[in-house]
């Protein structure tokens, strides 16, 4: 009988040796998905990070190597055409402007401010120049604007300019003084390179084909 019960017993341990063992594998194959998972997601955590951090150096990069300079934001107010406002470039390049842009394209007479400054919120490239400015150099700068097929892109004589042509962006401006009255191909170049970097920059994305309005409507 006690032989008998020892049997039993051996039994009962073998079969309870077995049952830990399968738990015990259990265990270590779920801590081995655990530990697989985590090191997945501590990857993949470190990986967007350094892909961001790439993108913003990039970014700086880009903003670094592209011509012009930068100014601080002044805000999105929708204010009417004659509310004074101190900006802080010149022209401006961002701040209170008036509620609707003007249509993209070329003037040849001098529009109000708030206008073309709605036009840089929807991420458009503004030319400005003296009046003073001879003629062909006029004719060079409308080059340029067909050359890119005026997408979002503004063009008018401004006689409050303090350089002779000035080309902003959403807080980005570049200057351009003539040499000799003349424009160089330098210089015409600088305005490509400002465009390309800075079209669709702007706070607000709005397709080009969204209307805008007659400057001399809002005079």
């Known amino acids: 009988m006690e032989e008998n019960l020892t049997k039993e017993n051996n ?29 997945l997601i501590i990857g993949g955590v470190a990986a967007a990070a350094l892909l961001a951090g790439g993108s913003i150096w990039w970014a700086r990069q880009q903003s670094a190597n592209a011509p012009g300079e930068t100014y601080p934001d002044q805000g999105q107010e929708h204010v009417p055409l004659d509310r004074a ?32 400054i709605h036009n840089l919120e929807h991420g458009g490239v503004w030319i400005s120049y003296k009046p003073s400015v001879d003629a062909r150099v006029v004719e060079h700068l409308k080059s340029i604007v067909q050359e890119f097929g005026g997408s979002k892109l503004v063009m008018a004589p401004r006689l409050a300019n303090d350089s002779d042509i000035a080309v902003a962006a959403w807080t980005r401006l570049l200057k351009i003084n003539l040499v000799d009255g003349d424009i160089t191909e330098e210089q015409l170049n600088q305005i490509r390179a400002f465009y390309r970097a800075y079209k669709n920059k702007g706070p607000e994305f709005v397709p080009d084909t969204m209307p805008g309005v007659d400057p001399k409507s809002v005079q």
């Open 11 to 39: 039994q009962d341990t073998s079969l309870l040796s077995k049952a830990d063992m399968k738990r015990a594998r259990g265990h270590e194959a779920l801590r081995r998905r655990r530990a697989a998972r985590a090191i």
């Open 85 to 116: 406002f101190s900006y802080n470039s010149n022209p401006p390049s961002s701040g209170p402007h008036y509620a609707s842009p003007a249509n993209w394209g070329v003037y040849d007479y001098e529009a109000r401010d708030k206008l073309f």
